[in-house]
């Protein structure tokens, strides 16, 4: 009996050491869940799934549809062409946009997947989204127009000539150069119910305005909605240009009258952010807003505006800042996401008299919610967990998982343990600190670690699942993973949050300090293999910690970092950032000590570390130069560095190929400086 059991526990352990770690590779084959809205009749919840095949350096997007009476889903599209921008109509029928025929069109299908019907014809409309009208008469989309002209266009006897011409700011963004084009609105109407075809000549509700009818390059038809009865349309526009679009944060809701063709700008008066409107089925107008011009990372509150036009903040009194929000089909209550202590939960808020309450909570990130009656649907992540799809019961709590699409290729993989911590900063402040550990995780043993530094410099180290920054996949190789949620993260407060404007190399360079001295005092933890990573602010930590870690470290990778304040300042497009982070330009007298305390390229001559140097080509938020100037100082200081160029990525690397190979040269430079 005592062999048979023996035996029995040794092929247990087999079955738990045969299971595989994390890799780079492995990542890639994660399905991708997003959206999760639920129907208008509320018995099914429509959700897109990418899946990318790292051969063909691609993916490809498909619709699926969940009954939730019975819990079953189904794949309702399967072509090799993406559906995006899908969304129910109010009648249940599903419409999208594909380029399955004539380019990229708008399509329509019942939710089953039958019935599919092509909407559109554009010849020459360049669609980049679009919205289907509560009453089905009409679409929203979104179209790119040329509002400027060419060098070429001045000398068309030079037409081989390759030049641009500027004379204001602005002339890129992000990660491309500014085509010439303005975003439109344009509303086309649908010629018959019947019939369904939409008419290719439309409305342009910015007609001559040099504007973009959305926020550039990110925003979408998320910012842009109709009234309740269709005969409004509300959108979000910063009726700005050149110097004063780049140091200006304050867009507007702009509500325009279909019957009338007159626009008048709803929110004028607040100076920061207005985004992202939505009515609720009684009428009511909901959407985001920032108080200060210029602050890109200001308090989000949720704000109303009833129909005799008088607005109020619902999230004014409470300190935390909304994410994303969704009205639920009673019109009285909004369901919102907004970030606390290391996570993202989902809150209710009554709009009528402000009561509130948190719904969820637990070690995760909700990034998705759309709700009828009782329940909630809702995307959930973890540092471990994909996203999936949960429903979640509002009177009696009970969490259900209606997805497993990667379920069984989880299965197979040995995961890290992730821990909450808290450790006390050099002025007396707790602050969170998640701590990944290895697969098969054993105390007795010594394990290098990794400091997380974590971008933004105001975005939550929460339970996020990242297809590059992967803390599972850094756990996986081998490393402890010590992130912590230093000063200037959003989750803890504004106080917390606002910190870290003007003080970019101070308190939050201590909180990372406090964090890794904290973690190196575990016996587990080798001390003499301490590395530190990260990317945008994260890689600007690098830098600095390059210059001031007295020794902690063995190893360092920068991506896309912040090097040099000044010449950063002359080189980046958005200077409301700069402005508001660090007081304005350098020349100022007022600034010039900010700069030359925290710029880290004062601080290399103490530069004594290996570092890997990482940038994008198309990176104008943080131009390559910044990259080409650690890696030059670390090789003429004589350490033992590389530089990581991707010509075609831009602040993030984000084709397939492009990644696993990131992920390869990251993971060989930290073996051999820590040796995992």
Not at 207 to 218: K, M, W
Not at 636 to 652: A, C, D, I, N, Q
């Amino acid at each position: 009996m005592k062999k048979n059991l023996l035996f029995f526990f040794l092929f247990l352990a087999t079955i738990g050491s045969a299971q595989e770690t994390l890799t780079p590779e492995l990542l890639w084959k994660f399905n991708r869940i997003s959206g999760g809205v639920v129907s208008p009749d509320g018995k099914q919840l429509l959700y897109a799934q990418r899946s990318y095949d790292i051969s063909k350096n691609s993916g490809n997007t498909d619709l699926f549809v969940i009954d939730l009476k019975s819990g079953k889903s189904k794949q309702v599209t399967a072509t090799p062409f993406s559906e995006m921008e899908a969304q129910w109509a109010s009648d249940g029928t599903i419409w999208y946009m594909s380029t399955e025929n004539e380019g990229l069109q708008i399509w329509s299908m019942a939710s089953d997947g039958s019935t599919k019907k092509q909407h559109s014809h554009f010849k020459e409309v360049e669609l980049e989204g679009f919205k289907i009208a509560p009453d089905l008469k009409s679409v929203l989309c979104i179209e790119a127009i040329k509002m400027r002209k060419t060098a070429n266009d001045k000398y068309p006897d030079l037409p081989l000539a390759n030049v641009r011409i500027e004379d204001d700011l602005m002339y890129r963004h992000w990660d491309h150069y500014d085509d010439y084009m303005r975003r439109h609105l344009f509303l086309h109407v649908l010629n018959s119910v019947t019939d369904g075809s939409i008419d290719s000549k439309g409305i342009d509700l910015l007609s001559g305005e040099p504007f973009d009818g959305i926020l550039g390059p990110h925003g979408g038809s998320e910012q842009f909605c109709y009234s309740t009865d269709s005969k409004k349309v509300i959108y979000t526009s910063k009726k700005k240009q050149g110097k004063e679009f780049a140091q200006s944060t304050n867009s507007e809701l702009y509500e325009y009258d279909i019957a009338s063709a007159k626009t008048r700008n709803l929110t004028e008066g607040n100076q920061g952010y207005d985004n992202y409107p939505a009515f609720s089925s009684q009428g009511t107008l909901a959407w985001l807003a920032m108080s200060h011009d210029g602050f890109e990372s200001d308090k989000n509150e949720l704000k109303v505006m009833t129909s005799d036009g008088k607005t109020k903040s619902l999230t004014r009194e409470m300190d935390l800042s909304v994410g994303s929000f969704s009205w639920h089909p009673d019109g009285q209550h909004i369901f919102f996401i907004a970030p606390t202590k290391g996570t993202e939960q989902i809150y209710v808020i009554n709009a009528k008299d402000g009561t509130w309450k948190q719904v969820t909570s637990g070690q995760f990130d909700y990034v998705s919610v759309s709700a009828f009656e009782e329940t909630i649907y809702a995307g959930r992540q973890s540092m471990v967990e994909p996203t999936e799809i949960f429903s979640v019961t509002l009177k009696k709590p009970k969490v259900t998982q209606l997805t497993t699409v990667n379920s069984d290729l989880l299965k197979k993989i040995q995961m890290p343990k992730v821990e909450e911590r808290w450790v006390e900063t050099t002025d007396g402040k707790k602050m969170l600190v998640w701590m990944v550990y290895p697969p098969h995780f054993d105390p007795s043993k010594k394990y290098p670690a990794l400091l997380y530094c974590n971008g933004g410099p105001q975005s939550p180290v929460s339970q996020f699942f990242s297809y590059r920054w992967n803390l599972a996949l850094m756990a996986s190789k081998g490393y402890i993973v010590v992130a912590p949620n230093r000063r200037g993260l959003p989750g803890f407060g504004q106080e917390w949050n606002d910190a870290i404007s003007k003080d970019w190399g101070g308190q939050a360079m201590k909180d990372y300090l406090s964090a890794i001295d904290n973690a190196s005092q575990e016996p587990y933890v080798d001390e003499t293999r301490l590395g530190a990573v990260g990317a945008s602010y994260g890689g600007y930590s690098v830098y600095m910690l390059a210059g001031i870690h007295e020794n902690r470290f063995k190893t360092f990778i920068a991506h896309c970092g912040l090097f040099n304040l000044e010449s950063w300042y002359g080189t980046t497009e958005e200077l409301f950032f700069a402005n508001w982070d660090h007081g304005g330009p350098y020349w100022l007298d007022v600034n010039k000590e900010n700069h030359k305390k925290f710029s880290p390229h004062n601080y290399v001559q103490n530069w004594n570390t290996p570092i890997l140097v990482i940038h994008g080509g198309l990176d104008y938020r943080v131009p390559e130069s910044e990259g080409m100037q650690a890696f030059q100082a670390a090789q003429l200081k004589g350490l033992r560095s590389k530089y990581l160029y991707f010509p075609t990525e831009g602040h993030w690397v984000q084709s397939p190929q492009n990644s696993v190979l990131w992920q390869r040269e990251f993971f060989e430079w930290l073996a051999t400086d820590l040796h995992p």
